[in-house]
T-cell receptor, first 115, second 112 residues
Framework: NAGVTQTPKFRVLKTGQSMTLLCAQD?????MYWYRQDPGMGLRLIHY???????AKGEVPDGYNVSRLKKQNFLLGLESAAPSQTSVYFC??????????????FGEGSRLTVL | TQLLEQSPQFLSIQEGENLTVYCNSS?????LQWYRQEPGEGPVLLVT???GGEVKKLKRLTFQFGDARKDSSLHITAAQPGDTGLYLC????????????WGLGTSLAVNP
């Protein structure tokens, strides 16, 4: 049971470099989310998608881009990494029919450090 | 704007003690969930409450949803070291079912 898989799990970048985080889910979920988690700040939504080909901004979208070309994949891109983007990133997915009460399934997280 | 106030932020107790974590808001939620997160892992759902006044029990954990659906509590009886972790509450606002509103979490340490 793979569930939600994030790659890579760890990455160190230099300021200005770019990278992409990949999230893959095998549960046929419509909704997918990218969060960042920082000490004292809780989980903050970066971007989300309610279906293939659609994306929307969350509360902290600046500096990030996303794409949902396939239903099972949700990519998070950093075009020009900044130290403020050092964080742990979590991808999550949920069945669209149960978005109000259903379980949000999370990946194990991707720890990104920007020097 | 932090719509879900979670308290306490940190809690360190001895094995066998009881504790309560609170999640409060001025907003009405159509449902509220509690998640538990262990170091190096993503949050995992513990329970969902949807009806005002609802009480759910999960072994030694008791969850309550306020009558007005603006607040919730998590009570742990006879805490064990295995209960150590970060407890997060998340609410689904009425009319907005695409995004959850998250509390900042309560970091619980249960010492043997």
């Amino acid at each position: 049971n793979a569930g939600v898989t994030q790659t890579p799990k760890f990455r160190v970048l230099k300021t200005g470099q770019s990278m992409t985080l990949l999230c893959a889910q095998d549960m046929n979920h419509e909704y997918m989310y990218w969060y960042r988690q920082d000490p004292g700040m809780g989980l903050r939504l970066i971007h989300y998608s309610v279906g293939e080909g659609t994306t929307a901004k969350g509360e902290v979208p600046d500096g990030y881009n996303v794409s949902r070309l396939k239903k099972q994949n949700f990519l998070l891109g950093l075009e020009s990494a900044a130290p403020s983007q050092t964080s742990v990133y979590f991808c999550a997915s949920i069945n669209g029919l149960a978005v109000n009460t259903g379980e949000l399934f999370f990946g194990e997280g991707s720890r990104l450090t920007v020097l | 704007t932090q719509l879900l106030e979670q308290s306490p932020q940190f809690l360190s107790i001895q094995e066998g003690e009881n504790l309560t974590v609170y999640c409060n808001s001025s907003s009405v939620f159509s449902s509220l969930q509690w998640y538990r997160q262990e170091p190096g892992e993503g949050p995992v759902l513990l329970v969902t409450v949807v009806t005002g006044g609802e009480v759910k029990k999960l072994k030694r954990l008791t969850f309550q949803f306020g009558d007005a659906r603006k607040d919730s509590s998590l009570h742990i009886t006879a805490a064990q070291p295995g209960d150590t972790g970060l407890y997060l509450c998340a609410g689904a606002e009425a009319g907005n079912n695409r995004k959850l509103i998250w509390g900042l979490g309560t970091s619980l340490a249960v010492n043997p």
